[in-house]
């Protein structure tokens, strides 16, 4: 019998690649609705990783929210953060080196008052 562990890391590796993909290759509505699931994801795995005692890495996952691919358009913008503030939330998830600091430089030369609030609620959870 596979573990929850096993499933969930599994499907986390298959999710990681398309994600990319997503990311890499798709329009701003694709890439859009790629962190508006991502964040969904996060906020729906919350009690499966309390229960795994940290046993599940998402940090594969967390490694696509770093590094701006469209950040003309304010909803990508919005959804990416969105996205790192589920992810923060998450008990015993590491957080990518890099993040800290480019959420930082991020707010600091964000423009819409929505994605700086966003910003600055994930900012507060790093310290």
Avoid: C
């Amino acid at each position: 019998m596979l573990s929850l562990t096993t499933v969930l890391g599994e499907y986390v590796e298959q999710m990681t690649g398309l994600l990319d993909q997503v990311f890499q290759h798709g329009g701003r509505q694709v890439i859009s609705t790629g962190y508006e699931e991502l964040r969904a994801f996060f906020t729906r795995v919350d009690p499966w990783i309390s229960e795994s005692s940290g046993e599940i890495s998402l940090t594969a996952l967390a490694n696509l929210l770093t590094g701006e691919l469209d950040g003309s358009v304010e909803s990508i913008r919005k959804g990416r953060a969105e996205a790192i503030l589920a992810y923060l939330k998450l008990p015993t998830q590491g957080v990518p080196d890099t993040l800290t600091a480019e959420l930082r430089g991020w707010r600091s030369s964000e423009r819409s008052g929505g994605v700086q609030r966003v910003l600055d609620e994930a900012l507060q959870l790093l310290g």
